[in-house]
């Protein structure tokens, strides 16, 4: 079936280090990818995403690329900030189902 | 832009008695709305989706008599726990989404934790 993995957290890091997040997926088809973020007491909000493969979504400083021979969407980022703390999620959604399927996050914690 | 009300934010119930949690698009119709739950360092998992004036559909696992799904308008959906035990305890989170399947309109709420005690 379809799902995703992320890589386990907390992921601590100081500001202005690089960012990775592994995200990987498995599906038919071909499935459009996302990443969420949740930052504390509120809902997911789509940080970017991707409908085909080689695509590069970005935002906000962040980028993934959509990678079907290694069926992965990492999501990177330069430099971070304190304020980047927060939940990550990456999805997938398939068109059969109109489902967003999501991985089980990823807490990333930015210290000054 | 478009905003998703959840509440409450948080419950605390006694064990045997419903909780009743609603969902509502601010600003926008919500064609299909979507009920998660989520455990500590774990995934959402989809519940169910309904469709406003139509029967949800339950995902594989989850029990249609414990967790009454009402999708009463385009901008209320309401997700009833009922008779809720312990391992009812949860973060539960809906999602909105505007316009046909195609469209990548989803909108969440802020969750809510429910404890049963």
């Known amino acids: 079936g379809n799902s995703v993995t992320q890589m386990e957290g907390p992921v601590t890091l100081s500001e202005e280090a690089f960012l990775t997040i592994n995200c990987t997926y498995t599906a038919t088809g071909y499935p459009s990818l996302f990443w969420y973020v949740q930052y504390p007491g509120e809902g997911l909000q789509l940080l970017l995403k991707?409908?085909?493969?080689?695509d590069k979504g970005s935002n906000k400083g962040f980028e993934a690329t959509y990678r079907k021979e290694t069926t992965s969407f990492h999501l990177e980022k330069g430099s971070v900030q304190v304020s980047d703390s927060a939940v990550y999620f990456c999805a997938l959604f398939y068109n059969q189902g109109g489902k967003l399927i999501f991985g089980q996050g990823t807490e990333l914690s930015v210290k000054p | 832009g478009a905003v998703v009300s959840q509440h409450p934010s948080w419950v605390i119930c006694k064990s045997g008695t419903s909780v009743k949690i609603e969902c509502r698009s601010l600003d926008f119709q919500a064609t299909t709305m979507f009920w998660y739950r989520q455990f500590p360092k774990q995934s959402l998992m989809l519940m169910a989706t309904?469709?406003?004036?139509?029967?949800?559909?339950?995902e594989q696992g989850v029990e249609k008599d414990k967790f009454l799904i009402n999708h009463a308008s385009l901008t209320l959906s309401t997700l009833t726990v009922t008779s809720a035990h312990p391992e009812d305890s949860s973060f539960y989170i809906c999602s909105a989404r505007r316009g046909v399947v195609l469209d990548y309109g989803y909108t969440f709420g802020s969750g809510t934790r429910l404890t049963v005690v």
């Open positions: 991707a409908t085909k493969a080689d």
């Open positions: 309904s469709n406003e004036g139509s029967k949800a559909t339950y």
